[in-house]
């Protein structure tokens, strides 16, 4: 049963564009939810998170959009750079206490073209 | 700030040897760490919880026998996979957090082939 899924395994994007990372969610206990961003031999790195009583979190260049109703949550990032050539999880946590522990779902592929 | 160091990288073994993977928290002190397994094109597990001083919480499905797990302290937590076989071959990684509040921090994974 997968709770978090990214129905896109990859994505390609040119330099400078929009990225728009997708994730929906199926738990309704689900209550924050993360993004990371994951190299090649390196562990997820924490990039933004949104609680469920936002919906909307900007943090420079990224910002994540939560659209409860829908269980659907996005990350834009913009604009896109090479070095964000990553794979991106999703991860969402619930039962009320925040950050606590973590469903990810399948990961994107994201690659920027210079 | 907030890293996390995880040790081996790379194991290789026969079947039947156990392995200790050593998850730490370098620049913090972690009061909860967590253990995950990815296998191929699959997303991370949640195997378990450690919190410091306490015994682990599984998931369903985790052998709490076969994947032994020592947090006992606040910077080092152990897993260790008991007469391991092939099927146990994946990529592990470890997180910690400070608190319920503040997001986990993974270390970079330790890939476990088992011949």
């Given at each position: 049963d997968q709770q978090v899924k990214q129905n896109s395994p990859s994505l390609s994007v040119q330099e400078g564009r929009i990225s728009i990372l997708n994730c929906d969610y199926t738990n309704s206990m689900f209550d924050y939810f993360l993004w990371y961003k994951k190299y090649p031999a390196e562990g997820p790195t924490f990039l933004i998170s949104i609680s469920s009583i936002k919906d909307k979190n900007e943090d420079g260049r990224f910002t994540v959009f939560l659209n409860k109703s829908a269980k659907h949550l996005s990350l834009h990032i913009?604009?896109?750079?090479?070095?964000?050539?990553a794979v991106y999880f999703c991860a969402a946590s619930g039962?009320?206490?925040?950050?606590?522990k973590l469903t990810f779902g399948q990961g994107t592929i994201l690659t920027v073209h210079p | 700030g907030a890293v996390v160091s995880q040790h081996p990288s790379w194991v290789i073994c026969k079947s039947g040897t156990s392995v200790k993977i050593e998850c730490r928290s370098l620049d913090f002190q972690a009061t909860t760490m967590f253990w995950y397994r990815q296998f191929p094109k699959q997303s991370l597990m949640l195997m378990a919880t450690s919190n410091e001083g306490s015994k682990a919480t599984y998931e369903q499905g985790v052998e709490k026998d076969k994947f032994l797990i020592n947090h006992a302290s606040l910077t080092l937590s152990t897993l260790t996979v008991t007469s391991?076989?092939?099927?146990?071959?994946s990529f592990y990684i470890c997180s910690a957090r400070v608190s319920s509040i503040q997001p986990q921090h993974f270390g970079d994974g330790t890939r476990l082939s088992i011949l």
């Open positions: 913009v604009p896109s750079q090479p070095g964000d050539s039962g009320g206490t925040s950050y606590g | 391991a076989h092939p099927e146990d071959s």
